[in-house]
């Protein structure tokens, strides 16, 4: 099928160059230039392990491509993603300035049957409105006809993690797909079929819901651990070992109850706001997810309590970070928890050593005043302690005879419980994880 996607961002980008992988053709859509001149000489705008070789693939057997020109992707294709971002406003709501401009030019630019699809995460109704700008800015001689206008609308909520980005959309749990025509729904399960995967099929408010609710509950999940974590402390258990105990339990499940630092990224802080906003809206008041997010900030002013305590005097002190991007195996710096971390250490009087394996690019734009290293050792070189900030696999397997002779003195806050089954008080460590019995 013909397909195009507007926006490359990670949710657009990934979803373009798999989708041409799984049979369609697909034309990519940027209204950065620059962007789209990287893009058509083959280069991944993206740090996502295994996109650039697929995506060098698919360009060469010629089932992908790149515009700045959402006209000419509306002309080519039979459905078009819509996979712009919706940043959040200052007062927490989506900001659908983006969606809206592109609904418009796809209306300006219909000779055909098009299907719409929402990709991006976006407040209920947001189909409803996206369906009415295109009744509003189609060509005159569709208008003119007095018969149904020769388009769907659908949503298509998309679940891809940063960093296992092409093995979520090739292995999906499930695919969502929100739709008010059997036509739509066909074509859609058509898209997928390659996927071998269960649909589900719903109405597209419904599907809007699925994917806020998703992203709500595993905040939800995380938060829950973080809570935990804090209370381990107080009565000196293990949060590995109550996590480890809940999580066998099948209507639990161990996944997304890591207790660490807080959740961060794009999607999390932003959705969550979101959902609390049209909650808000809607007449509900979400208290739980409230608490989430606010669970979330303490998480990280407990940490940087926890360093304060133990190193006693921070000002001045030379503080080694290990890992800034958001999670591993991204270089995504949005809503990382390492900016607000970093910024209050700083903020004490503290001198800030760095590493990350792909964010330095990023990070170097982002902070003042760090000296990066390139790598942990460097990090450590003349530290009065580490914090490690994302798990990166590079950092499990540090040679820690290594790191504790660079230091000043050998001192680990593992924000993100790392190290659990290294014995690093036996080498000669200070240790102190989230949730291990510490007070902070
Ligand atoms: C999240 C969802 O997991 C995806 O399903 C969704 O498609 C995506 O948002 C989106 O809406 O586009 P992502 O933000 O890439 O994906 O990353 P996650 O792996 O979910 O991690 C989010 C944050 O939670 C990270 O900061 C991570 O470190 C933190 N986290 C995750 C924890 O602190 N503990 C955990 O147990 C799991």
Redesign the pocket.
């Known amino acids: 099928m013909n397909i195009g996607i507007i926006g490359t961002g990670?949710?657009g980008l990934v979803s373009g160059v798999c989708l041409s992988a799984i049979g369609h053709t697909v034309v990519c859509v940027d209204n950065d230039k620059e962007k789209v001149k990287k893009l058509r000489k083959g280069i991944a705008t993206i740090y996502e392990p295994g996109l650039q070789e697929l995506m060098t693939k698919q360009i060469k057997r010629k089932k992908l491509f790149f515009s700045d020109s959402i006209k000419e992707a509306t002309k080519r294709s039979q459905v078009i993603f819509i996979a712009v971002g919706t940043p959040s406003k200052k007062n927490g709501d989506a900001d659908l300035t983006y969606v809206e401009n592109v609904a418009r030019q796809i209306a300006e630019s219909m000779d055909s049957y098009k299907l719409i699809v929402e990709k991006s995460?976006v407040p209920a109704e947001t189909g409803k409105r996206i369906e009415h700008t295109i009744k509003l800015n189609l060509p005159k001689q569709f208008k003119a006809r007095n018969r149904s206008v020769p388009f769907d609308v659908a949503s298509n909520p998309?679940?891809?993690?940063?960093?296992s980005a092409i093995a979520d959309f090739m292995n999906p749990d499930r695919v969502v797909i929100g739709v008010e025509s059997k036509k739509a729904e066909e074509l859609l399960k058509e898209i997928y079929k390659p996927l071998k995967t269960k649909i589900i099929v719903t109405n597209i408010t419904s599907a809007e819901i699925i994917?806020h609710a998703?992203?709500s509950f595993?905040a939800t999940?995380?938060s829950f651990?973080n809570a935990l974590s804090q209370i381990c402390n107080l009565v000196g258990a293990d949060v590995l070992k109550v996590t480890e105990g809940m999580g066998y339990d099948k209507r639990i499940g161990a996944?997304?109850?890591?207790a660490?630092i807080?959740?961060?990224?794009?999607?999390?802080p932003k959705?969550v706001d979101a959902f609390i906003r049209l909650s808000e809206k809607s007449g509900y008041d979400f208290h739980l997810l409230r608490a989430v997010r606010q669970t979330n900030e303490e998480q990280k002013a407990a940490f940087v309590r926890l360093i304060e305590d133990k190193l006693w005097i921070v000002k001045g002190k030379t503080i080694g970070v290990l890992g800034l991007a958001?999670?591993p195996n991204t270089d995504d710096m949005r809503n990382a928890?390492s900016v607000d971390i970093i910024n209050r250490l700083q903020a004490e009087g503290a001198k800030i050593r760095a590493h990350d394996p792909q964010a330095m690019e990023h990070s170097k734009k982002i902070f003042k005043g760090v000296t990066f290293c390139n790598d942990a050792y460097g990090v450590a070189k003349g530290s009065d302690c580490v914090v490690v900030l994302t798990e990166w696999e590079e950092f499990r397997q540090i040679d820690f005879q290594r790191l504790r002779k660079a230091m000043r003195q050998p001192m680990i806050f593992d924000g993100r419980n790392l190290y659990k089954n290294d014995n690093l008080v036996e080498l000669g460590f200070e240790y102190y994880g989230i949730g291990r019995g510490e007070k902070s």
């Open positions: 990670y949710v995460t998309e679940f891809l993690r940063e960093g994917k998703s992203n595993l999940k995380i651990a996944s997304f109850l890591n660490g807080g959740f961060g990224g794009s999607c999390f959705d958001f999670k928890p």
